[in-house]
């Protein structure tokens, strides 16, 4: 049993187990009237923080916080494409999202989380000219410091903010919303905890001044009725967080200037 | 390379700074030295401006975001329990960790670790342990049965040279924040957090750590890497700085300016005796200042 020195002993969290939280929470979510765990309206986002130019040593960065859901994309490049690479016409995305092992609240392995990759990868070429840089790759990172809900829909539109900061040409900036469907009621920017306890879910990319969608998923239970009304508060809520990115790249474009 | 000196001077006349600067690296910044400044218009034994911020991270125990010029380091402590190991019944365990994620430097790419994580990872946790800052004991929770294991992982944000000097200032930070959560041992003989709302419904057992929140730190290590060019000492080096002049010393000294560890990981560059001492004096200042940052981030945490 006792652990010999330098291997590292069979560990566990002290926490409550998320088993008994479920128990407890389920009634209370399924009720038609509940109030969110944060205060906030079924229709309302958390406040969001956007900053562009976090790490030096990229081309290009962005932080962004939204509650407890904490991101940093770091770009690079364009650079020259992998030696196996084939030659290309037109510009290479490289998409790598990963967690820090306190991201969550019971401590994590690294794992490469290559579905949250590739859909950040399918949700951004559409907005990006690849014919501007041919012959060369561009390549964007992600690092999740704390998951807090969300992810996903916080790392796209961290990451079009981050392109731009790295001058890499784009139709558009790209903002992503999610919706959870729990019983009866539509909750827009879901905290882990709703996350855990929804019946669907809804995320929208889009390009808000062009009103295109780049990647539209839907995953669990659905009445159509539902999707429209979901669709509509995404799009919405896109343009919304559209302004608020463009008004961040202004700022950090005029103190530049000065 | 003695007459280089003059002749880079027609050269770098002719040219234009940043071209000249990328050509003959070597060349750019041995011209500053001998104006005894470096590019970023620092003299040579200063360090770069470092700030500390505590409770960075809140799903962590214990956090903290260090930055040395653009350096950035977040490093958080998860505390989890674990049984300890029969030769020391009485003793926790620390477990560190020094992660470079492609974010940080154009280097790195994902699935190839940099090569200088694990060099890092293993000299912070050398120094984190001979330097005596924490007794294990403390972590100990029930004699033979229960102790903690506290995972301390420090993340490189932004690299920008002396990266290990500002991951032991974020890992340092990281343990004066560390609040260790009160818990108490039920029934099945776990270790679970103690709630005082879960009180009332039934009797619960009594906390085992009440008054252990803190861990007591005694003699602080705090590190200053140089890089010895020639008769030159460039304190707290950039990337740049690293790449182009590659004799490394880092010095570690703790708050009572006792020595706990010296590294000097080859390099062109000898190290003699009156260069040694030069570091160390060099480090000697900087550990004051660095312990009065610290010391100002902790009165910051505890006014909020």
Request: net charge negative.
């Amino acid at each position: 049993m006792a652990a010999k020195a330098g291997t590292t002993p069979a560990t566990y969290s002290p926490s409550p187990t998320t088993n008994n939280k479920k128990k407890n929470r389920t009634p209370l979510f399924s009720d038609v009237d509940w109030v969110r765990p944060d205060g906030r309206d079924f229709h309302q986002c958390r406040p969001a923080f956007l900053r562009t130019g976090a790490v030096n040593a990229a081309s290009g960065s962005a932080y962004a916080e939204f509650g407890n859901t904490k991101v940093i994309v770091s770009i690079f490049g364009p650079r020259e494409s992998k030696k196996a690479m084939m030659y290309s016409d037109i510009g290479r995305l490289n998409c790598n999202v990963s967690y820090t092992t306190f991201a969550t609240p019971v401590r994590s392995q690294v794992s490469d989380n290559k579905d949250i990759s590739s859909q950040l990868h399918k949700s951004l070429e559409g907005a990006i000219m690849l014919n501007t840089f041919p012959k060369t790759t561009v390549d964007v990172f992600a690092l999740v410091l704390e998951s807090g809900g969300c992810d996903l829909p916080v790392i796209i539109s961290c990451a079009s903010l981050a392109l731009a900061d790295a001058g890499i040409m784009m139709y558009d900036l790209v903002a992503a919303v999610s919706v959870s469907c729990i019983g009866k009621n539509l909750v827009i920017d879901p905290i882990s905890e709703e996350e855990n306890h929804q019946d669907g879910n809804l995320m929208t990319t889009c390009l808000p001044s062009r009103n295109e969608v780049t990647q539209l998923t839907i995953t669990g239970e659905w009445s159509t009725p539902k999707i429209h009304e979901a669709m509509e508060l995404c799009l919405d809520a896109c343009s919304k967080l559209g302004k608020i990115m463009r008004s961040c790249l202004k700022e950090s474009a005029s103190t530049s200037q000065e | 390379m003695v007459e280089s000196a003059k002749g880079m001077n027609d050269l770098s006349s002719e040219m234009e700074v940043d071209a000249f600067r990328r050509l003959f690296p070597l060349r750019f910044h041995e011209r500053h030295l001998l104006e005894s400044v470096r590019p970023d218009a620092r003299p040579l034994g200063k360090a770069r401006d470092t700030s500390l911020a505590l409770g960075a991270v809140a799903s962590a125990d214990g956090s903290a975001l260090a930055k040395i010029g653009s350096t950035t380091m977040l490093a958080a402590i998860k505390m989890e329990v674990m049984t300890p190991a029969k030769e020391t019944p009485d003793e926790g365990c620390i477990a560190i960790e020094f992660h470079m994620p492609a974010i940080c430097s154009p280097i790195v790419r994902p699935g190839r670790p940099a090569e200088a994580a694990p060099v890092v990872s293993k000299q912070l946790s050398d120094t984190i342990v001979s330097s005596g800052m924490l007794d294990l004991k403390e972590l100990s929770l029930v004699s033979g049965k229960a102790a903690w294991m506290a995972y301390l992982d420090i993340y490189c944000l932004d690299a920008d040279g002396a990266l290990f000097d500002a991951a032991l200032l974020a890992a340092v930070a990281a343990f004066s924040h560390l609040q260790i959560p009160v818990v108490s041992l039920n029934d099945d003989g776990r270790i679970v957090v103690f709630s005082k709302e879960s009180e009332g419904e039934k009797p619960k057992n009594k906390p085992v750590n009440e008054e252990k929140r803190k861990l007591k730190l005694r003699s602080i290590p705090f590190g200053l890497t140089c890089i010895i060019h020639k008769n030159y000492i460039l304190a707290d080096p950039t990337a740049e700085e690293e790449s182009i002049m590659e004799t490394l010393i880092t010095i570690v000294l703790d708050s009572s300016y006792q020595l706990v560890s010296l590294y000097k990981p080859g390099g062109p560059a000898l190290a003699y005796q009156p260069i040694i001492q030069d570091c160390i004096a060099l480090s000697r200042q900087r550990v004051g200042e660095l312990q009065t940052i610290l010391n100002e981030a902790i009165c910051d945490m505890e006014v909020d």
